[in-house]
């Protein structure tokens, strides 16, 4: 099948291309996002295949299935970016990489979490500038943290197996618990509950608008004094203002890593090392030595591309024979929320 293939990246196309050997679509590579301006371009491909940026609004959709698109295939887990009614109306199906190396993003939330609390990033510019000074430097035990998952599902999961190694108790809040969760001795208990009792707290549940900005002013101010928060899913999952003031008080919230920020879309994954960024929330954030920021590369091993790269070719080869796998399958309807009383 013919796939125009959207912001894609050197790093992947010979992921993609090696992976194709096995399939033989035709895959057009391009470097720009999809929005509605560059949605032309793929007129004539049945498939389109997209990444986490990509704006799959209605008119966008409206003008590729204009153009002859009937699927929709993400290289990615969430579909936040997707009006997934307006494709259903349109009868475009809409396909996704549930789960790829889990594991990939679960040890990203863990460098992220052991940077912050070992101060690497500091430590590395210190030493080779001839500094050894260790004041500033001092970090916390694992062992014997609390650490809240919020969100038990793949990652969530895989997070937890990691955190008990550390010797860390475990905590999380999802509408469904996991027994591999359970397994590794977390105990599941309300939102509420969650941020008062955890030393970090790990967001790992997908965007919706249930959760769209979960953590936010009053949220934060139940969080444990000195506590961390890291963020490897979704930016708005973070009201990233009321972050901002949280991290400058001192009084809950002393550390935050994140790898994803609301805003990400018009800064993430281009060299802007010669422009003036025009976002000030995300400036603000980017001067705290307590704050840790990675361009949403949670996804970024080898591993994981292998994986993204063959089940994406593989769900075009199904929906061409009329055989998608349910589970990869994007439907239009939402989950329910749980009724914890907080967002
Ligand atoms: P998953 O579906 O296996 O798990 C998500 C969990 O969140 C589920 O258990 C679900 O019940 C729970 N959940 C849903 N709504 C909730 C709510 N309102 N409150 C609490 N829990 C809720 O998904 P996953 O594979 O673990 O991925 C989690 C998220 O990670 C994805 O949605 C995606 O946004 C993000 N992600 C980020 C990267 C990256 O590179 N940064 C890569 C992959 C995935």
Not at 152 to 181: E, H, V
Not at 196 to 215: A, G, Q
Not at 225 to 253: Q, V
Request: net charge neutral; glycine share 6%; proline share 3%.
């Amino acid at each position: 099948m013919k796939i125009a293939f959207f912001s894609t990246q050197e790093f992947e196309r010979h992921v993609l291309d090696e992976a194709n050997q096995q399939f033989h679509h035709e895959i057009i590579f391009y470097r720009e996002k999809l929005r509605r301006s560059t949605a032309s371009v793929a007129a004539g491909c049945p498939a389109v295949c997209v990444f986490v940026n990509d704006v799959l609004d209605s008119a966008t959709l409206s003008q590729l299935a204009a153009d002859g698109t009937r699927l929709i295939a993400l290289r990615c887990a969430g579909y936040d970016n997707v009006d997934l009614a307006r494709a259903h109306q349109l009868k475009m199906a809409v396909v996704r990489v549930p789960a790829y190396s889990p594991q990939a993003v679960a040890e990203h939330a863990v460098a992220l979490m052991m940077t912050l609390n070992r101060n690497t990033h500091r430590a590395y510019n210190r030493v080779r500038d001839g500094n050894f000074d260790l004041n500033g430097l001092v970090g916390f035990n694992m062992a014997g943290k609390t650490v809240g998952v919020v969100g038990t599902g793949k990652i969530g999961a895989a997070l937890a197996q990691i955190m008990k190694g550390f010797g860390c108790r475990l905590l999380g809040y999802d509408m469904r618990s996991n027994p591999r969760c359970v397994e590794q001795g977390m105990k599941y208990t309300d939102l509420a509950s969650l941020l008062s009792e955890s030393d970090i707290v790990s967001l790992h549940c997908p965007l919706t608008p249930e959760t769209m900005h979960l953590i936010n002013r009053q949220t934060i101010a139940l969080m444990k004094r000195g506590s961390m928060l890291i963020n490897t899913s979704r930016g708005a999952l973070i009201d990233a203002r009321a972050a901002i003031d949280a991290l400058k008080t001192r009084d809950h919230l002393w550390y935050l890593g994140i790898d994803v920020y609301e805003e990400e879309g018009s800064l993430f994954f281009k060299d802007r090392s010669s422009a003036i960024i025009q976002d000030d929330v995300f400036e603000r954030l980017t001067t705290f030595p307590n704050t840790l920021i990675t361009g949403h590369q949670a996804f970024l091993t080898h591993e994981a591309l292998r994986q993204i790269a063959e089940v994406t070719l593989a769900n075009v080869s199904d929906f061409e024979s009329g055989a998608p796998k349910p589970e990869n399958v994007v439907r239009a309807i939402r989950q329910p929320a749980p009724s914890m009383g907080l967002r």
